[in-house]
Nanobody, 128 residues
Framework: QVQLVESGGGSVQAGGSLRLACAVSGNTASHYSYCMGWFRQVSGKEREGIAAIYTSGDYTYYADSVKGRFIISRDSAKNTLYLQMNSLSPEDSALYYC???????????????????WGQGTQVTVSS
């Protein structure tokens, strides 16, 4: 089990960029390879998986809705996961979460049910 804390959310105009960070801690954080994902949720809608990375080999996965605009990455020395978000639109406004599970990113990488550990979320608001 790991603890996750997101940061970097805020308000930005359409076309702008933000970089979210997710600090990872816990006594197992350095012992296992993880599938780490970014999700977002708008009030009243289901949580949407948008990107994931497998920490052993840095394999990455993206939802079509963000492919080409968002980049998931990690800094193993800092135990931090990032989500660089470019060309933001009002449709990207949501509460963004990072999540982790100690296994390979399987076909269900974008399914919230496949993750064990979650952060508290950080709000992103994009104005037109």
């Amino acid at each position: 089990q790991v603890q996750l804390v997101e940061s970097g959310g805020g308000s930005v105009q359409a076309g702008g960029s933000l970089r979210l960070a997710c600090a990872v801690s816990g006594n197992t954080a350095s012992h296992y390879s993880y599938c780490m994902g970014w999700f977002r949720q708008v009030s009243g809608k289901e949580r949407e998986g948008i990107a994931a990375i497998y920490t052993s080999g840095d394999y990455t996965y993206y939802a079509d809705s963000v492919k080409g605009r968002f980049i998931i990455s990690r800094d193993s020395a800092k135990n931090t996961l990032y989500l660089q978000m470019n060309s933001l639109s009002p449709e990207d406004s949501a509460l963004y979460y990072c999540a982790a599970v100690s296994r390979w990113c399987e076909a269900g990488w974008d399914s919230p049910a496949d993750y064990n550990d979650w952060g508290q979320g950080t709000q992103v608001t994009v104005s037109s």
